[in-house]
């Protein structure tokens, strides 16, 4: 296949590089310096995000763009999934990364895990976001299903003193300060400090955030140098999924508590540019950076489910007695009289004999450090009717990542107390037969170097190609300081991933703002350390991951083809587009059972084709603008996954595990088929600014579900094994009673709708009315184990809020 894509390549370069000698460059490649201004789509620009009171850029790109949706898997408004035509930037672990996320040309994937957080991007100070669509090889690694380009201001785009501040529903108050400048002798300065803090709309869900940016830099009549500064901090709680039976009892409901993440980040970049001659500029950058972040998760113990979990034997009794306990029941302490079980788990702690069955709840924590520093270089060279951009990048990574797991029980409020003594770590001594090891001491390396290049070629003044190929090699080190020396249990390994991606695009300027798209790239993405150590279906693992030594996964290559056409006119336009892209070797992560649990496997072949249709127009005081997305996501590759939450598993009897077998056209979970946005504005006058805008999806299948075909029987399988579809209707106002002075207001969710954004079938520990149930079925007994309720569980997503806010600029 490459080669064949090479041929087809060639011959597209050869009669254009004979013809085009003396055409003039309309447009010039999309890399990772120059960013994708030129030949990408800008979505947003500042003011754009200002007048839809975005809380991040995922949150903005998910109202308007084209193709794209969040899953708010981790319940919190910074932690969201950004989908775009079926590929995932997100900053969770255990989400499969299909997008490249660039801010001032330095990647803002995370060598770790390759996840993007939003929380630690400087919202308040992106001038631009753009997307190059489709496979984008020339932006490396995670570029399959196209590439995020954020530049961020200085001091000649953002001159002056500007202020904001804005409170609303659920105690939320966020504001902003920004200050830029520049003097006639080249010198130019920039900085802005933004702060975001929320009771949140659900219990235990307080999140705090601030971020501080500084920019100084020289611009001369051939050079240009640039220093900036970045620092976040974040404190999130985010309740994720929760089981939707006790979502229709309460929607603020949480499944179990804590789940807090905590980012300290830090970044340094230094840019620059020299125009050599006057077809000749060299770019450059350098970066270094540290992420350090820190979590702690409260969960159900999976283990504790079809238990006897209820009243303390003599041996537990004395060990309590022994200990100080006092207060535990002396006998007939059941099912039936204790929604809230301790006493069993507590001493079997203090035994170290077996928490890690009669103990129901577990509390993860886990500490990921990360330094990374690096840089590119390109040259560009204009001459003979095309632009080529020749360039090369090199990043070093260290990362250590600590966890371990302590047994708890919960609490009426499903929050999760750990309990202490000599069994308190799951760390595989206790007297057990199910004796796990979640604790994960890893250090890794990652080095990845890239070669690129992309050429634009004009044919006379109508066809224009573009043809780009990157060279990535990427090398991990990983090694084990808990069972070290490689083999089975441990961590260590050392692959090496590398490939060559082309791709080639044609753009035909048909008529007088008409223009045919032709484009057919290549792209790949090696498996992170992450990845590599959670691929076994046997070992499957908790988010963040308690990690075993398991086979290497093989790196995913993505192949892309689109064909669309735009009409452009002076008051409105129009685009269509048709594209399919194909994952070969694709990583996914599939459901292992309970909720947060499961393993990355290579799935074959997936793929993702659709069609999508946008548009927009003005006239007089209107505005407005659609667009409508058909994806069509599905398996290509038969493949028999862990089912144990679905109806329609092999299982011997109802309620038990088993597997389920996936079909090639079986949908991807989480992916809506349907996608619609419209948005509305109007000046009603000088001083007055209204907007509207609505996005509808359809609804998806959940994780577990990934055969399509779970029926709930009310009695061991609950809900629907999906979503529903939804739309959301959002509305805003801007009033200026005079220059530089804006008020704000808006509400999201106008009609206050009861939606969910993401799915997963798993077993559930609790009644319709949250009580804890150990064994809620007295048999039958199969291998020593009893069925177990499994139920959908749902991402809800927030109800109506307001906010208000204003803006003062100088």
Known sequence: MQGRFALMVAAMVMPAVAQAEDAAIVVSASTPLSGAADSGRVLIDAKALRAMQALSVSDALARQTPGVVINEVQGNPLQSDLSFRGYTASPLLGTPQGIAVYVDG???????????????????????VTLVEGAAPQFGRNALGGALSIRTKDGRSAPGIAASVSGGSYGRLRGSIEAGGKADNGLHWYGALEGFQEDGWRYASASKAWKGFAKAGWEGANSGISLSFNRAQSDLNGNGLQD?????????????????????????????????????????????????TRSINGDMNEGALGESLYQPNAAERAALTEAGYTGFPISGETQANTAFPKWRCIANVLLNGEPNEKCNGLLTRSSTRQQEWGGAVELGWTGMGQHLTVGASYAQARARFIQNSQF????????????SGPGAFADGTQNSENAFDARVDLHSRISSLGLYAADVLTLGSRVTVTLAGRYDRTQLHNRDQITPGGGTGSLDADPVFARFNPSAMVDWHVAHGL?????AGESSRAPSAVELGCSDPASPCRLPNAMAGDPPLRQVVARSLSLGARIERK????????????????????????????????????????????????????????????LDATYRTPLTLNGGSNSSNDAAAPGFDGEIAVRPGDRLPLLPRHLFKAQAGFDAASWLSVRAEMVAAGGVYARGNENNLHQPDGTYYLGAGKTDAYAVVNASLEIRPRKGVIFTAGVSNLMNAHYATAAQLAASGFDANGAFVARPFSGPVIGGERPLVHSTFLAPAAPRRFEVGLRVQL
Request: a neutral charge; aromatic letters at 12%.
């Open 244 to 292: 939707y039976r006790l979502l229709a009892r309460d929607w603020r409901s949480v499944y179990t508590s804590p789940d807090n993440t905590r980012n300290i980040a830090s970044q340094i970049t230094l840019s620059g540019h020299h125009r050599l001659s006057e077809n000749l500029t060299l770019s450059a950058n350098a970066f270094w950076r540290s992420i350090v």
């Open 106 to 128: 330095v990647r803002a994937n995370q060598p770790f895990g390759e996840v993007v957080s939003w929380d630690l991007l400087p919202s308040a100070a992106m001038e631009q």
């Open 515 to 519: 223009t045919i798209t032709a484009q």
């Open 571 to 630: 008051a409105w336009n129009l685009r269509l587009t048709a594209f399919r892209s194909d994952n070969h070797d694709d990583i996914q992560f599939i459901a292992g059972g309970a909720s947060g649990f499961g393993y990355f496997a290579n799935v074959g072949t997936t793929r993702r084709q659709g069609i999508e249709a946008s548009g927009a127009a003005h006239w007089g005081r209107w505005q407005v603008g659609g667009s409508y997305t058909l």
């Open 408 to 419: 708890g029980y919960l609490l009426s409020d499903h929050s999760v107390v750990a309990v």
